[in-house]
């Protein structure tokens, strides 16, 4: 079964910056289409950016521009580049991974974001 890790969290200031990663433990890393969520207190969980298997780039409509998803299949890693941070943006990011084959999707526990004003 397929585990992620997320981590580069932290606490920045307005304006600042951060890169997220996610590590895959296995599979066929290609095989998937990996996504960043995001959910504040109070709030439900919403996608930021996805990657899909086949390269397909989609994100919020509240990062376009400032946020960048890349990832590395043979490391097994998707990236989140965090731009031009906003108090709004603060919560905890959710690495997801849904395999082509049968939609099994799978969650890492997550990585805090703080932003001050």
């Known amino acids: 079964q397929m585990q992620l890790v997320e981590s580069g969290g932290g606490l920045v200031q307005a304006g600042g910056s951060l890169n997220l990663s996610c590590v895959a433990s296995t599979g066929i890393f290609r095989s998937y289409t990996m996504g960043w969520y995001r959910q504040a207190p109070g709030k439900e969980r919403t996608l930021v950016a996805q990657?899909?298997?086949?390269?397909?780039?989609t994100y919020a409509d509240s990062v376009k521009g400032r946020f960048t998803i890349s990832r590395d299949n043979a490391k097994k890693s998707v990236y989140l580049q965090m731009n031009i941070l906003r108090p709004e943006d603060a919560a905890v990011y959710y690495c997801?991974?849904?395999?082509?084959?049968?939609?099994?999707?799978?969650w890492g526990k997550g990585t805090l974001v703080t932003v001050s004003s």
């Open positions: 997801k991974a849904v395999w082509l084959n049968t939609n099994a999707h799978y």
């Open positions: 990657f899909t298997h086949d390269g397909t780039v």
